[in-house]
């Protein structure tokens, strides 16, 4: 069983920085991505940014390109989301995800990410 423990989350001025953690744990030899997902209320959870767990090769939404970065340190099985200006409106719980599937690698779709953790909130004042 593969288990997912984020941490890192907090409140910061417009601006400001967060780095997220993802910790995995038990059965993770046979994932292909991890992702980071956001959820604001009201609106549904998107996909943020996601990298490749053997190559380490990275996509990211446009809204958080050149604020955000994925990353990653295999012999640690953690994954971390540095966020730099940091806007209002990213203000979410954040869940990291990890999928087996190439379709959900490629796409960031919720429904290929089989495993969750229980996600960090996020929130950014102007």
């Known amino acids: 069983q593969l288990q997912l423990v984020e941490s890192g989350g907090g409140s910061v001025q417009a601006g400001g920085s967060l780095r997220l953690s993802c910790a995995a744990s038990?059965?993770?030899?046979?994932?292909?991505?991890m992702g980071w997902f956001r959820q604001a209320p009201g609106k549904e959870r998107e996909w943020v940014a996601i990298?490749?767990?053997?190559?380490?090769?990275?996509t990211y939404t446009d809204s958080v390109k050149g604020r955000f970065t994925i990353s990653q340190d295999n012999a640690k099985n953690t994954r971390y989301l540095q966020m730099n200006g940091l806007k209002p409106e990213d203000t979410a719980m954040y869940y990291c995800?990890?999928?087996?599937?190439?379709?959900?690698?490629?796409?960031?779709?919720?429904?290929?990410?089989?495993?969750w953790g229980q996600g960090t909130q996020v929130t950014v004042s102007s």
């Open positions: 038990g059965y993770t030899y046979s994932s292909l991505c």
């Open positions: 995800a990890q999928s087996f599937n190439p379709a959900g690698c490629r796409s960031g779709a919720t429904a290929f990410f089989g495993y």
């Open positions: 990298i490749y767990i053997g190559g380490g090769s990275t």
